[in-house]
């Protein structure tokens, strides 16, 4: 089983739209959370870390179920430079690297 | 702003030649670490390095791989023997400290073996 797993979409929406991405991790002892963005052919980017009481910055709002081991991104009011991969990415108690999932591919269109 | 930079961005080799990759992390970060993403497939861990020596490792990163930090500001990955399935995107990335601190990634270097 893979330790994060992710959709891969596409998905496809309109600007404007709502939409929603779920991830699920396997270790029990995954301890901090967070969501990526990565352009086409670039390095991954720190959307945002994803708190157990769930956390909101902007159009974004992320969510932990650490009961379920799931992990959710939210974003509202899709914009056309929202398109992009998003990766699902957990840290592990006492290790220093990031286990990436292989992500979810959003495409927002006019 | 500060950011990781890598050289070069592309790096053609024929298999079985050593390349170095080469990343200058950001400059008052302490831990150090290299990913790497094969097309179309999610971003692996290879290695983090602290206080001039390995901390961390993961089963890719065997025997052909080493990691330098040959002066005070760069950090390399040195692949001694290419393959062909060392075809990738390599990243690096540094962070303050190490647990819960933000890992920031630098462009990356394209990896091609022939």
């Known amino acids: 089983r893979k330790e994060v797993e992710q959709d891969p979409g596409p998905f496809n929406v309109p600007e404007g739209a709502t939409v929603a991405f779920n991830c699920t991790y396997s270790?029990?002892?995954?301890?901090?959370f967070f969501w990526y963005r990565q352009d086409c052919r670039k390095e991954p980017k720190l959307l945002m870390s994803?708190?157990?009481s769930g956390n909101e910055d902007g159009r974004f709002t992320a969510q932990l179920n650490r009961a379920s081991q799931y992990i959710s991104l939210l974003i509202r009011d899709s914009k056309l430079s929202d398109s992009a991969t998003y990766l699902c990415?957990?840290?592990?108690?006492?290790?220093?690297?990031?286990?990436f999932g292989t992500g979810t591919r959003l495409l927002v269109s006019p | 702003e500060p950011e990781v930079t890598q050289t070069p961005s592309h790096q053609v080799t024929q298999m079985g030649q050593e390349v170095i990759l080469r990343c200058v992390p950001i400059?008052?970060?302490?831990?150090f670490y290299w990913y790497r993403q094969i097309l179309g497939q999610k971003v692996e861990f290879l290695v983090s390095?602290?206080?001039?020596?390995?901390?961390?490792k993961s089963e890719i990163f065997d025997d052909q791989f080493s990691v330098e930090r040959p002066d005070g500001s760069n950090f390399t990955l040195k692949i001694r023997s290419t393959k062909l399935e060392d075809s990738a995107m390599y990243f690096c990335?540094?962070?303050?400290?190490?647990?819960?601190?933000?890992?920031?990634f630098g462009p990356g270097t394209r990896l091609t073996v022939l």
């Open positions: 400059s008052n970060h302490l831990y």
């Open positions: 994803v708190y157990s």
């Open positions: 270790n029990s002892a995954s301890q901090s």
């Open positions: 990415v957990v840290r592990n108690t006492g290790f220093q690297k990031l286990v």
């Open positions: 390095f602290y206080n001039n020596e390995i901390s961390e």
């Open positions: 990335a540094s962070s303050e400290g190490g647990d819960g601190n933000e890992q920031f």
